[in-house]
Nanobody, 118 residues
Framework: QVTLVESGGGLVQAGGSLRLSCAAS????????MGWFRQAPGKEREQVATISDSGTTKYADSMKGRVTISRDNAKNTAHLQMNSLQPEDTAVYYC????????????WGQGTQVTVSS
């Protein structure tokens, strides 16, 4: 069982930056893909960025050029650097990971709120 805990959310003005962190415990993140997702009020959850065990990254079109996902397997952590934030980026951001064998994102954190004011 992997437990994920996000941190780093908060209130920021438009154009500002935040760095979200995801700390994993219980099991190593080695061999697992890590991802960041978000859900805004009244909207479906959407994928923001993912990073494979080998370091291959993918980004949502809406956030390309503004976010960078990274991982530190030695520290069992993942991060999401977000720049040039806009009010439409306001959402709860979730960290998730897959099983070691891959597949769906089965382990989720509790989420961290990001609010961007105009």
């Amino acid at each position: 069982q992997v437990t994920l805990v996000e941190s780093g959310g908060g209130l920021v003005q438009a154009g500002g930056s935040l760095r979200l962190s995801c700390a994993a415990s219980g099991r190593t993140i080695n061999g697992r893909a890590m991802g960041w997702f978000r859900q805004a009020p009244g909207k479906e959850r959407e994928q923001v960025a993912t990073i494979s065990d080998s370091g291959t990254t993918k980004y949502a079109d809406s956030m390309k050029g503004r976010v960078t996902i990274s991982r530190d397997n030695a520290k069992n952590t993942a991060h999401l650097q977000m720049n040039s934030l806009q009010p439409e980026d306001t959402a709860v951001y979730y960290c998730a990971c897959t099983h070691v064998a891959g597949g769906s994102y089965n382990y989720w954190g509790q989420g961290t709120q990001v609010t961007v004011s105009s």
